[in-house]
């Protein structure tokens, strides 16, 4: 009988537990806005009442304190919540480029203080993943040549640039991360 109350004592637990950690893993903190346009800012706060697709890993980047849920996809309300994966390129930990693209007067407008050497991570429900910055630059807005397939695992950021213009930007500002380590980490 005692054997049988340990053992449902442990079940439980780590039910508990994985449910604890797939909470946080949906609630990323409040996103610092002050450096937002404030037409961003209330984009931001629309996108709050709409019910949005579910948050596929969330992307850090420390040294510029960012922060963000990452969405399967590039729609307006995701990218107005969060940043998304740019369509044809690679998921989360299924190799190749992952592609991320984000607002440039909203979440990625940090990204101007990014260096390379910098750190970048993704992570998902069951896995962490590493990245450091390699390179930074500033293509044409019709140069994709960073948006093709890769055979190592890389991490693209994509944004519009210059990050304060008014209109249609006409290039974009993209940070490339190699891969340095990966873990699986428990949902």
């Not at 806005?33 to 629309?46: E, F, G, V």
């Not at 596929?56 to 996809?73: C, K």
């Not at 500033?138 to 950021?157: H, K, Q």
Request: aromatic share 8%.
């Amino acid at each position: 009988m005692l054997f049988l109350l340990v053992y449902a004592g442990v079940r439980v637990d780590g039910a508990m537990g994985r449910s604890a950690g797939i909470r946080q893993f949906d609630r990323t903190a409040a996103p610092d806005r002050k450096n937002w346009s404030s037409s961003r800012r209330l984009a931001y706060q629309t996108s709050l009442s709409a019910s949005a697709g579910p948050v596929i890993a969330v992307l850090r980047v420390p040294s510029v304190d960012l922060e963000v849920p990452l969405y399967a996809d590039t729609s307006e309300l995701h990218l107005n919540r969060g940043v998304g994966l740019i369509e044809h390129m690679a998921a989360p930990g299924h190799g190749g480029n992952l592609g991320i693209a984000g607002h440039r007067d909203g979440y990625f407008r940090g990204l101007a203080g990014v260096r390379a050497g910098d750190g970048i991570e993704v992570r998902t429900r069951t896995a962490r993943y590493s990245y450091r910055v390699a390179f930074i630059a500033v293509v044409a807005a019709r140069d994709a040549r960073l948006l093709r397939p890769t055979e190592t695992m890389v991490v693209t950021l994509v944004t519009c640039f210059p990050f304060y213009f008014v209109g249609h930007a006409p290039q974009r500002f993209v940070v490339r991360g190699v891969l340095i380590s990966s873990e699986t980490t428990r949902p």
